[in-house]
């Protein structure tokens, strides 16, 4: 597996990173710990170095299977995790946003034990919250990383003046935002940013929540534990309307000997050096077909083909995140 660095923040990881929140929520049942344990080494083994967990995935239980998942590896993986949201700790319910100073040095402590780790590698602001001055948040994250607690700092679906206002107090490593051939808003504003400043960009959802994998129809359904069955772009309607992507991918996919998920994948790498996607399964058949996107070179012709044809396909529905506009 080759290998990026995350802009100027030396932080360097495998050019496909993996998301492990699936593996305790979202997506309907979870599978057995032992065998996402085993999925978790198994990508380790093929040389992924770079994981993505949340306090809020779970909640809690996320990082506790990726804190026990790779702890015999350690001295091999870069973790990030997340801060940003009130949680009732016996309850599990989410109570809103919160990144107030107090309770981010309260939760590094609750996410370093969960994860069974002395430092955070990668700590993201999970959501802007506008109640807090974000030179408040990366003050107090530069406070964490002066104390030993965190090496490098990130946001999660932040605005480009958010961006710059955290980086002026403590540089920024990376930004989390959705992103993907079905939803390209860093385009406009916070890929130019994160160039300029020398900041490295992680999408998250690269495969559009499966969409873009070609084995999500307008005839599924949804288990009600699985977001999608909330989701404005997962209605049967726009599924069917949004089809035509998966059509394109499947047309380079084809021609490449390759699959529409593997296409979808290459296409986020080609765009910069410092992309690291992070797709997320809890399939080992999953996992090596998306490692092997990192193999395939789409040349400028492949990928003026996909931006004339994309340009003329209008995605249906609102993005799921709750959240339409960065902050």
Known sequence: MRTRKLGNSGLEVSALGFGCMGMSTNYGPTDDKQKMIGVLRAAVDRGVTFFDTAEVYGPFTNEELVGKALAPVRDRVVIATKFGFDIDPQTKERRGLNSRPEHIRQVVEESLKRLNMEVIDLYYQHRVDPSV?????????????????????GL??????????????????A??????????????EILPTCEELGIGFVPW???GQGFLTGKVNADMTFASSDVRSRFPRFTPEARKANQPLVELLQRIAERKKATPAQIALAWLLAQKTWIVPIPGTRKLERLDENLA?????LTSGDLDEIEDAASSIQVHGARGTG???YV
């Open 133 to 153: 001055p974000i030179e408040d948040v990366a003050g107090t994250v530069r406070d964490l990383i002066a104390a030993g607690k965190v090496t490098h700092f």
């Open 156 to 173: 999660s679906e932040a605005s480009a003046e958010t961006i710059r206002r955290a980086h002026a107090v403590q540089p920024v490593a």
């Open 175 to 188: 930004v989390q935002s959705e992103y993907s051939l079905w939803a390209r808003d860093p385009e406009p």
């Open 205 to 207: 959802s690269p495969l």
């Open 293 to 297: 996107s990192a193999d395939i070179q």
């Open 323 to 325: 959240q339409e506009r």
